[in-house]
């Protein structure tokens, strides 16, 4: 590319020898054709560039706001591409003008390691041992642990608290068992590669990961590793014990993140199937609810290496889980238990009806009991494995725990809380001696603000009641169509916004929840853990409710009002009044930050006027700067071809029209209907759709001067021009007395400069309705600097009302609309060519916020009568009417 | 007009046999090879404008290959198209001369745009013929 450039030059200046000859053959001049035309592609492919470069910059911002999900992938993608485009634009500039822009590859090479810096920042991954035995673990070792094991080694290490004998596989044999089949690269790819808000996309990934990782092969050191870890528990608990392996991923059961449910848990697990368990519980860090999970939550996927605790097995004659606090009421201090016969699993998949015990912490006692019918339990097979049993005769009706059993429950449960100082999740089994065992403890996430809307909740207003009951698992009102989840494939048809309605609330319906208004299930409680992440995600759920997959059906909209457990048709607009705004779950997060972090070297424009000395490529100091620079100065050498070559057919002509301004049109390419040997060019030979429509906005309506300056105006005008370095008239500028038009036929670029302020105009239209747009840009002005803001402010809401996304920034004003076909598109530049006239020097008149009320009045009406086509001026004066200030179209 | 020949490499065959076959509707003229010697002796044989690169493939890297390919076909454009969004390796290709890197997912018209582009510049570069014009000139 170098050589190409240096024959370029060279050639470029033998041409130059001749023409000072006068000597150019034929031959000669298509030669500078086809250098104007080389030039001409490479400054196209400049402006594709900064185009895509802009509308990243808008989708950065956008996302930083923190309101929608999206992941680490999302972020590489765009700096991969935004620093492609930037540096495309740099390496435009450099065949525009060779060798003239080279310090921008230093700015450029700055910025991006700055970028890589901060996306190649990880977690240092875990150094520490394969196994670590469970009596040696504690809240200091989550790191190597993970949360659910650190927390478990924490209370029976310091409080005594009996929990089952085992040890951890820690974060640092996930490392060695994904580096030693080379994962995480092929990962990465994967994950890149799939759009995750399609989910079936998501899905496929979700079962690609975790075959990969399952088909995987152990490594050696990590197998023996765990077989003795096993042998030596072995030794503890006896021949042949059967363990329990459960998920302790980074993260997971942090007062933020609680990962209720979504990875997997192995139980009741023989010697044999310790890898293959192990593999399986890996490979959950991939399932599809966790990955929507990390990606709603901004979690990223490199800060979670998934720990394994390989626990003794408890064969529960009954378990369940506790609440230390009530979830929706931080200020009510009982203790919930939630107790089921045989295995606690039931109670937090919500298979099975549970007891609820509620005790008074001060002093302990039961203060009410819920006694359900169970009709079923999970016990474990002899050999391997769980099994679901029926209950018969009257077990069923029995409390599955006594009084007694409660009361100890509870007070376990205050110690961890007194011990943690926050409000407790805990899980936790009888065994068959009828001795208390911990399985897990977590953060209890709560939720304020519950009792007073539930005595709101019981004003009903009229409305039609499908049906009530059932039980508050997260409380709220939410509106939606319902949508029943009967099966996994359902998964795939569910709309955002839908109700999602199930028999069985599954942690793996988990993976909806970032798209469902409320969440109804026939079974299951408060205790669940999709209860506990609707609660998470602010989701209204409404558990226990029976019938409702049979009484909702599918496509009606309907109002679920978990407050008041009742669900009714339609959309109830009392209701939802009271209704929280949905919680912003990226707020705070990992990705976010990061996002951020990335953003500040990317977006924050620096370089704003063309003419002030620190417009040079050395001062850019983000991405958005470089291309700035790289598309104000390509217009420049665009210009300079024609004059620097001496080629008449490639300078730029003077435009014959009726007002009183220069205009000057340089041709890129087929913007004139045929050649023009002179130095003007008739309005009639011009066919350049972008320009001729800007051109009608311009002189539709005459402009009828400045408007009337009293004394105040007058005497900032005055000041302003005596001290602003932007309106220095020694400036070199190339705008300071001509309007420079650059067309093809598709294509203008208009640099103008009207008194003092600065515009421009930029706009591609044609076949490709998804590449057209039109920027405009419009700063500076005579008056002082809070008459100019105002104004800035005014062309901002009006272009704003057009659909025209704009920006302000001090007294500058930036707009852009894209992706429209050619009408929609030549109404918009029309609308332009008029604003560009008709807001000259009204910076003068903008008094204070008021005074433009009926300059506002007037503009409004010019562009209804003399540049909207008919019907737009209809649904205009419609919408006006209507709504008070929006010119939606 | 003959169409625009483009050569797809990327070992993932199923992702391959798609965008083969959904080029080939728009009218291109695309055959896909899974691995980067495969591609270099494709180019031995058959007249390529495009071709669309995968940058880990089996075989050669995709910077190698695009390397042998700007040093044997100075004039042919290289579109590196991958599930591997990293900068530095987008810049090190753009920097041996790719015309564009892309990252998966992409949408097929914004492929096809690119390859329009690309093709666009091959013709510009082969008509500027820059050395040619130069001996021209020097005579």
């Known amino acids: 590319m170098g050589s190409c450039m240096s024959f370029v030059k060279k050639w470029l200046e033998k041409l130059r020898t001749k023409r000072r000859q006068n000597n150019l053959t034929p031959r000669d001049v298509e030669a500078l054709r086809t250098a104007f035309q080389t030039r001409y592609h490479n400054f196209k492919l400049l402006l594709s560039a900064n185009n895509r470069v802009l509308h990243i910059v808008a989708e950065l911002e956008a996302a930083c706001k923190g309101d929608s999900p999206f992941g680490m992938s999302f972020i590489r993608a765009n700096c991969t591409a935004i620093s492609v485009d930037v540096f495309r634009m740099i390496k435009s500039m450099d065949e525009l003008a060779p060798g003239k822009y080279g310090d921008l590859h230093e700015s450029f090479m700055s910025i991006q390691g700055r970028i890589a810096e901060i996306l190649s920042e990880r977690r240092q991954a875990g150094a520490g041992p394969l ?587 005055l000041v302003e021009a005596g001290s602003s370095g932007a309106l220095d008239p020694a400036l070199p500028s190339p705008y300071v007395a001509r309007n420079y038009f650059m067309i093809s036929k598709n294509f203008c670029s208009l640099s103008s400069r009207f008194g003092f302020h600065f515009a421009s105009v930029e706009a591609l239209v044609g076949e490709r309705a998804n590449e057209n747009y039109a920027s405009f840009f419009f700063k500076g002005g005579a008056a002082d600097y809070g008459r100019r803001v105002r104004r800035a402010r005014f062309v901002g809401e009006i272009l704003d009302g057009f659909e025209f996304h704009a920006q302000i920034r001090e007294d500058g004003v930036t707009a852009r609309i894209e992706g429209y076909d050619e009408e929609v598109m030549k109404e918009k530049l029309r609308i332009l060519g008029y604003l560009l006239i008709h807001t000259r020097q009204i910076d003068m008149v903008m008094y204070n916020d008021s005074s433009y009320v009926q300059l506002e009045h007037k503009l409004m009406s010019d562009i209804s009568s003399a540049i909207l086509s008919r019907s737009s001026t209809v649904i205009l004066q419609k919408s006006l009417d209507s709504s008070g200030g929006k010119y939606v179209l | 007009m003959e169409p625009i020949s483009v050569l797809i490499v990327d070992d993932e065959v199923e992702f391959l046999d798609t965008l083969v076959k959904r080029l080939r509707k728009r009218k291109l003229n695309v055959n896909g090879v899974t691995e980067g010697p495969a591609a270099l002796e494709f180019l031995k044989k058959a007249q390529v404008d495009i071709v669309v690169l995968d940058v880990k493939i089996p075989g050669m890297t995709g910077l190698d290959v695009l390397r042998q390919i700007k040093k044997n076909y100075g004039l042919l454009e290289v579109i590196m198209l991958t599930g591997h969004a990293n900068m530095e390796v987008a810049i090190e290709g753009m920097d041996m001369g790719a015309f564009d890197y892309l990252t998966k997912p992409i949408e097929i018209d914004d492929l096809v745009y690119k390859i329009q582009d690309a093709y666009k510049r091959k013709k510009l570069n082969e008509r500027a013929d820059f050395p040619q014009t130069l001996d021209t000139l020097g005579k």
Not at chain 1, 363 to 375: F, L, M, N, S, T
């Open chain 1, 131 to 717: 196994i670590i035995p469970l009596h040696e673990v504690d809240k200091t070792r989550s790191d190597e642990a993970g949360n659910k094991m650190a927390n478990l080694g924490e209370i029976s290490n310091r409080l005594g608290i009996r929990v089952p004998a085992g040890f951890v596989i820690s974060s640092g044999a996930y490392r060695k068992f994904i580096d030693h089949n080379d994962l995480q690269v092929e990962i990465d790819r994967l994950i890149q590669s799939s759009p995750v808000e399609e989910m079936d996309q998501l899905l496929s990934l979700s079962a690609q990961i975790q075959q990969k990782i399952i088909s995987a092969e152990m490594p050696d050191e990590l197998r023996k590793a765990i077989s003795i870890a096993y042998a030596e528990l072995e030794s503890e608990e006896g021949q042949g014990v059967k363990v329990s392996l459960r998920s302790s991923a980074l993260g997971e059961d942090s007062v933020q993140t609680s990962f209720a449910g979504q990875y997997r848990s192995e139980l009741n697990v023989s010697a044999d199937s310790l890898i293959s368990a192990y593999k399986e519980i890996a490979a959950s860090k991939y399932s599809l609810q966790a990955i929507a999970y990390r990606l709603t939550r901004g979690i990223r996927d490199e800060d979670i290496d998934m720990c394994v605790g390989c626990l003794s097995m408890v064969n529960a004659a009954a378990g369940g889980v506790i609440y230390s606090r009530n979830p929706f009421d931080a200020r009510d201090e009982r203790i919930f238990i939630h107790s089921a016969l045989g295995l606690p699993k039931t109670v937090v998949d919500g298979s099975i009806a549970a007891d609820l015990f509620v005790v008074s912490r001060d002093p302990v006692g039961i203060v009410e009991e819920h006694i359900a019918q169970k009709r079923e339990k999970f016990v474990c097979y002899a050999e391997e494995g769980v099994c679901r049993l029926e209950v018969v005769g009257s077990e069923g009706m029995e409390p599955s725990i006594l009084g007694n059993t409660a009361l100890e429950l509870a007070r376990i449960a205050i110690r961890i809380e007194d011990h943690y100082g926050v409000a407790q999740d805990v899980e936790w089994a009888l065994d068959e001696k009828g001795e208390i065992v911990i399985l897990q403890c977590r953060p209890l996430n709560q939720r304020y603000g519950f009792a007073e809307r539930e005595e709101e909740a019981a004003e009903v207003p009229p409305c039609k009641m499908i049906v009530s009951g059932g039980l508050t698992a997260s409380p709220g009102v939410g509106v939606g169509r319902v949508f029943v989840v009967r099966r996994e494939s359902d998964v795939l048809f569910f709309n955002k916004g839908a109700v999602l309605v199930v028999k069985q609330p599954l942690p793996r319906w988990a993976a909806l929840l970032g798209r469902a208004s409320a969440l109804v299930a026939e079974q299951g409680s408060a205790a669940v853990h999709l209860a506990n992440l609707a609660r998470e995600f602010c989701v209204p759920a409404i558990m226990g409710l029976e019938g409702a997959t049979e009484l909702l059906e599918n496509g009606r909209l309907v109002t679920v009002d978990a407050d008041g457990r009742r669900i009714c048709d339609g959309e109830i607009e009392q209701l939802l009044e009271n209704r929280e705004r949905p919680k912003c779950l990226m707020d705070g997060s990992p990705v976010l930050e990061i996002l951020k972090r990335v953003c500040e070297h990317i977006v924050p424009l620096h370089l704003l006027e063309p003419d002030a000395p620190d417009f040079k490529p050395s001062a850019c100091r983000t991405f958005h700067d470089i291309s700035r620079f790289c598309h104000e100065r390509a217009v420049v050498e665009m210009f300079s071809f024609g004059k620097d070559h001496r080629f008449s057919e490639k300078a730029s002509k003077q435009l014959v029209c009726g007002i009183p301004m220069q205009w000057w049109i340089l041709n890129l390419d087929d913007g004139f209907r045929e050649d023009v040997p002179g130095k003007r060019v008739n309005l009639d030979n011009i066919v350049s759709i972008p320009m001729l429509a800007l051109w009608e906005g311009i002189v539709a309506v005459p402009w009828e001067g400045p408007p009337p300056v009293d004394a105040r105006g007058f005497m900032s005008i």
